[in-house]
């Protein structure tokens, strides 16, 4: 079958989901296209040109709302299209399948189901396939829920051609995308990670990883192909096995020698796994911090992580050479300026270089919404969240005027934290109402400090320095 899947056009990295469904589609005979664009009507001009039989999303919540338009759009131009919707909102929402214009979904990870509902779609005869759930007849055929794979290298490699051939950014954007493993063994109340481990519990590993060699190997081949500088690997998080670590670190220093980041937990590092980081080449990681204040990010995110382990975490990493890229949230549910104030401070302290910021969104189906909604934080109407997290505070404000203050923190959250001058004024900057200023300023901010302070610490000397004086 000819499939079409279309994709928001963002400037970041290429998405996996899509890359490793692409793989194991074209690997069942398959044609896959993408589609990337930020509105409908260049869509549908791809699709006109191409006519495919299948017309393909990956969707979140949030932006589910402009996929739904697209697949409506495209149902009214073609009605005879097929239109499959898959990623995290199908997953916990399988009831979209409901929607007029989605006629199949694909729930949890999709290389093994995708090839076969689409066969099941072809061959009309009412099969049941595990993992989806599609309409035939005007009836819909429901699946059980399907493990996922749990050896990952009987994965297919991603296809990155998908991407690299239709777009000149990411084919030579110097930095590349990877993912040594998948899922995280935490139950932060937030995250969607608790969600997906009580679905499989029983049935899965929480956390499942590539065989070192066939991680460096994929990395081998991209670089022969592709122009490459730095290493990202997306995992949720990296370090959980402190001896798959080490001997994927020890083959990145022999066979790649190119500078990596990925993401860390500050309770999982000490100064041996700092420096077994910064031997494979690591130059900067992103480390969730997350809440200044100890009730909240413990009692009411369920971290689980002290202020002192953030502190020593930062210190173990900084003394290792690498950068430290902080995850904050402002906003939650009971949080007020003064404590998100708080986090500002903790970042300050633990002298990350780069402090990013997202406005808490209560997303559907998670332990954390469910709770502000139980305890009057959150109105509960879920089509109101923004299709991203740097965006408007959905928390019931319990001092007036902390709307607009926690929202204006945001946007100068990681400045604060880089500039005395702006934390000496940042009381009086957050009382102006200059939204799309600070709006315009934080994006400027973070594209600079993004890219010079992690996607460039391929730089670094001291990384370089530490590699060389251990021989590697």
């Known amino acids: ?32 296209t993408l589609i990337e664009a930020e509105r ?44 499959l919707m898959g990623g995290p909102h199908p997953t916990f929402f399988p009831e979209v399948i409901d929607e007029p214009a989605i006629d199949a979904i694909v729930i949890g990870e999709g290389e093994s189901t995708a090839p076969d509902l ?28 399907r493990p996922p794979e749990q050896q990952l290298d009987r994965l297919p490699i991603p296809d990155r051609e998908l991407y690299y051939n239709a777009s000149r950014f990411h084919r030579t954007f110097p ?43 994929e990395i081998r081949q991209v670089g022969r192909r592709w122009p490459m500088k730095l290493v990202w690997f997306l995992d949720a998080n990296f370090v959980v096995s402190k001896a798959w670590v080490k001997e994927l670190c020890y083959l990145l220093a022999r066979d790649i020698r190119l500078p990596f980041y990925c993401k860390v937990r500050p309770n999982l590092v000490d100064a041996s796994l700092a420096r077994i980081l910064a031997l494979g080449g690591c130059t900067g990681v992103g480390m969730g911090i997350e809440c200044g204040d100890d009730r909240l990010r413990n009692d009411v995110l369920e971290r689980n992580v002290s202020r002192d382990m953030i502190l ?22 009971g949080e007020t300026y003064e404590m998100a104030r708080s986090t500002v401070d903790l970042n300050i302290e633990a002298r990350v270089e780069y402090a990013m910021a997202t406005v808490f969104q209560p997303y559907p189906r998670t332990v954390l919404a469910r709770r502000a909604i139980d305890e009057g934080h959150f109105h509960g109407d879920f089509d109101r969240l923004d299709t991203n997290y740097y965006s408007t505070c959905q928390m019931r404000e319990h001092v007036p005027g902390d709307r607009r203050r926690i929202e204006n923190l945001q946007r ?13 004024h940042l009381d009086r900057l ?13 994006k400027r901010h973070h594209r ?25």
């Not at 396939?129 to 059980?144: C, F, H, S």
């Not at 992690?454 to 004086?469: D, M, T, V």
């Open 175 to 217: 930095v590349k995308p990877f993912l040594a493993s998948r899922g995280c063994p935490y139950r932060c109340t937030y995250c969607f990670n608790r969600t997906l481990n009580d679905m499989y519990r029983g049935r899965t590993k929480a956390v499942r990883v590539r065989s070192p060699e066939a991680v460096v190997e």
């Open 430 to 442: 957050v009382e102006l109402r200059a939204p799309r200023f600070y709006t315009e300023l934080f």
């Open 312 to 333: 020593e975490a930062c210190r173990h990493l900084h003394d290792a050479g690498i950068a430290v890229m902080s995850f904050n949230m402002v906003g939650l549910p």
């Open 448 to 472: 600079h400090s993004f890219y010079r302070q992690f996607y460039e610490r391929y730089r670094n000397p001291k990384a370089e320095l530490l590699r060389s004086r251990a021989g590697l």
């Open 118 to 145: 689409l066969e099941a779609i072809a061959a009309r005869d009412g099969r049941v396939v595990d993992g989806a759930r599609y309409k035939l007849d005007g009836k819909v055929i429901v699946g059980t829920l």
């Open 412 to 424: 100068l959250f990681g400045i604060a934290v880089a500039n005395p001058g702006v934390r000496r």
């Open 1 to 32: 079958m000819r499939v079409a899947i279309a994709s928001m056009s963002t400037g970041e990295v290429a998405s996996f989901g899509i890359m490793y469904v692409s793989a194991a589609l074209r690997r069942a005979g398959h044609d896959v």
């Open 40 to 83: 409908i009507e260049p869509v549908l001009v791809e699709l006109r040109r191409h006519r495919p039989d299948v017309l393909a999303f990956s969707v979140t919540t949030g932006l589910h709302r402009i996929y739904l338009a697209w697949a409506r759009a495209a149902k009214r131009a073609w009605p005879e299209i097929t239109t």
